[in-house]
């Protein structure tokens, strides 16, 4: 059974401190890791896929980047506005080497920036 | 920008009642996933659809839970009936899911969800 776990699962910086959420999984054959934003009353905001360890993605403060056991996503100077909750997912492939696209969640950190 | 509409945003109901939820998938998505939201377990995988054929749906409780496609702009989750345990946010989801190694899957889109409480 596909597992994803995500910590911390609360971190709280200050306005301009850089720091890293981590999102450690197993999976019978990774197809793609994928990262979701989520704000509270809003559906999850997809942010970035990533097929193979050693790959990395950049997105304005964001970066992340994968393992073949975890992803990182690194927030670098991060502002007030990046608080919510960070979701990381898998997604499995399957025997015949394509991918069925289900995603198995992680519980999510919740981020939290003070100006 | 596309999205996914789902309908209604909020429900109150009582216990024993049937629940339809509803959702528009974006316009040339072929995959569509029903996903359930709680503090506790976080978001599960309820079913989903591959052009508009089930593919999997042992994520529900098949006494109560019934999730259809019935054409492709429409996806319903039904509940019936109701129970309190089932209080939670519902989400659909939709995508387009490419079977070339290596390509495709881009992120799946989400709804605004439908927020259920069971009294």
């Known amino acids: 059974e596909d597992q994803v776990t995500q910590s911390p699962e609360a971190l709280r910086l200050q306005e301009g401190e850089s720091s890293s959420l981590n999102c450690s999984y197993t999976?019978?054959?990774?197809?793609?890791l994928f990262w979701y934003r989520q704000d509270p009353g809003k559906g999850p905001e997809f942010l970035f896929t990533?097929?193979?360890a050693g790959e990395e993605k950049e997105k304005e403060r964001l970066k992340a980047t994968l393992t073949k056991k975890e992803s990182f996503l690194h927030i670098t100077a991060p502002k007030p506005e990046d608080s919510a909750t960070y979701l990381c997912?898998?997604?499995?492939?399957?025997?015949?080497?394509?991918?069925?696209?289900?995603?198995?969640f992680g519980q999510g950190t919740i981020l939290t920036v003070h100006p | 920008d596309a999205r996914v509409t789902q309908t209604p945003r909020h429900k109150v109901t009582e216990m024993g009642q049937e629940v339809t939820m509803r959702c528009q998938p974006i316009?040339?998505?072929?995959?569509v996933f029903w996903y359930r939201q709680t503090m506790m377990q976080g978001l599960e995988l309820l079913a989903y659809?591959?052009?508009?054929?089930?593919?999997?749906d042992s994520g529900m409780p098949k006494d109560r839970f019934s999730a259809e496609m019935p054409d492709a702009t429409l996806a319903t989750l039904k509940i019936q009936p109701s129970e309190p345990r089932d209080s939670a946010v519902y989400f659909c989801?939709?995508?387009?899911?490419?079977?070339?190694?290596?390509?495709?899957?881009?992120?799946?889109?989400f709804g605004s969800g439908t927020r259920l409480t069971v009294v």
């Open positions: 989801a939709s995508g387009l899911v490419e079977w070339v190694q290596g390509q495709g899957d881009y992120g799946y889109t």
């Open positions: 659809f591959r052009n508009r054929a089930p593919l999997d």
């Open positions: 997912a898998v997604q499995a492939r399957n025997a015949g080497g394509t991918s069925y696209g289900k995603l198995t």
């Open positions: 990533l097929y193979s």
């Open positions: 316009l040339g998505h072929n995959t």
């Open positions: 999976v019978s054959g990774l197809r793609g």
